[in-house]
Nanobody, 122 residues
Framework: EVQLQASGGGLVQAGGSLRLSCAAS????????IGWFRQAPGKEREGVSC????????YYADSVKGRFTISSDNAKNTVYLQMNSLKPEDTAVYYC???????????????WGKGTLVTVSS
């Protein structure tokens, strides 16, 4: 059974930091792109960052470049999203997802986990 377990969300003040974790199981982790997506109330789900588990190449949305860092621990089948300098507009439910293809597209993801809520207060 495929599982993607996201954790690490919470309430933080603007300028603060959080680290999200996505623990994966049930598929060959090294063959997948793992991504973080977020959905704010009333908005569409958007891609935040993705990483290739095979070569470590990463993608970031323009809105988070320089503030967020994605990393992968293949021994633990876990992907992390370090979020620094958080802004109120980062408030959303964050989801992790996995794709056997390439890129960081919502439509290209094969598996989705349940989200974790990040709330940034001003």
């Amino acid at each position: 059974e495929v599982q993607l377990q996201a954790s690490g969300g919470g309430l933080v003040q603007a300028g603060g930091s959080l680290r999200l974790s996505c623990a994966a199981s049930g598929f060959t982790f090294d063959d997948y792109v793992i991504g973080w997506f977020r959905q704010a109330p009333g908005k569409e789900r958007e891609g935040v960052s993705c990483i290739s588990s095979s070569d470590g190449s990463a993608y970031y949305a323009d809105s988070v470049k320089g503030r967020f860092t994605i990393s992968s621990d293949n021994a633990k089948n876990t992907v992390y999203l370090q979020m620094n300098s958080l802004k109120p507009e980062d408030t959303a439910v964050y989801y992790c997802a996995a794709s056997s293809g390439y890129g960081c597209s919502y439509y290209g993801m094969d598996y989705w986990g349940k989200g974790t809520l990040v709330t940034v207060s001003s």
